[in-house]
């Protein structure tokens, strides 16, 4: 099976754009998760969808937001950039429900310019 | 408070030699426990974990760990270390109830010498 793809791979945005990123899922995996890594505040979880719906939420302001389709894959979208939100975003993908192993996307850099 | 800590930032070993990676925890369920490896630029490779049964899991390239319930422990160990497992390695919590809500520690940063 294709792992977790996620794209695009690298982005540059200014402050006070908005981006969006996007995670395909392992084939059959309904879970999606959402994670940002700095250097400072290093792996943060930031939400989780399941069959279209978010079902957990992370600490994170309300610029930051996501949707699933019904085909699994997910987008995340961030309004209104801040220079603290360069991170790589990685995607994870779960089969089922709670308890399963995430599988991790090799990651989006994003750099806040 | 849940929390994951791993207590050593960066570590050093000389290849052939074993490894101990701690990793720490507080959770007030039972807690999954994962150990995922980083190599610079990518994504997280999922080593191995534990849900239940066996304390001691063996996963990928030699690696192995040991479940410590009274101690709150799941220490990463391999008995060899090669020049290609440097990398950032990290500990992992869930909790059966919070979803896919990984909690991760800080990670330790391997480095290994000839």
């Known amino acids: 099976k294709a792992g977790v793809t996620q794209t695009p791979r690298y982005l540059i945005k200014t402050r006070g754009q908005q981006v969006t990123l996007s995670c395909s899922p392992i084939s059959g995996h309904r879970s999606v998760s959402w994670y940002q890594q700095t250097p400072g505040q290093g792996l943060q979880f930031l939400f989780e969808y399941f069959s279209e719906t978010q079902r957990n939420k992370g600490n994170f302001p309300g610029r930051f937001s996501g949707r699933q389709f019904s085909n699994s894959r997910s987008e995340m979208n961030v309004s209104t950039l801040e220079l603290g939100d360069s991170a790589l975003y990685l995607c994870?993908?779960?089969?089922?429900?709670?308890?399963?192993?995430?599988?991790f996307g090799p990651g989006t850099r994003l750099t806040v310019l | 408070a849940q929390s994951v800590t791993q207590p050593d930032i960066h570590i050093t070993v000389s290849e052939g030699a074993s490894l101990e990676l701690r990793c720490n925890y507080s959770y007030g369920a039972t807690p999954y426990l994962f150990w995922y490896v980083q190599s610079p630029g990518q994504g997280l490779q999922l080593l191995l974990k534990?849900?239940?049964?066996?304390?001691l899991v063996q996963g990928i390239k030699g690696f192995e760990a040991e479940f410590k319930r009274s101690q709150s422990s799941f220490n990463l160990r391999k008995p060899s270390v090669h020049w290609s497992d440097a990398a950032e390695y990290f500990c992992?919590?869930?909790?059966?109830?919070?979803?896919?809500?990984?909690?991760f520690g800080k990670g330790t940063s391997l480095l290994v010498t000839p």
């Open positions: 992992a919590v869930g909790a059966a109830g919070s979803g896919y809500a990984l909690n």
């Open positions: 994870a993908s779960s089969s089922t429900s709670g308890g399963d192993t995430q599988y």
């Open positions: 534990y849900f239940s049964g066996d304390t």
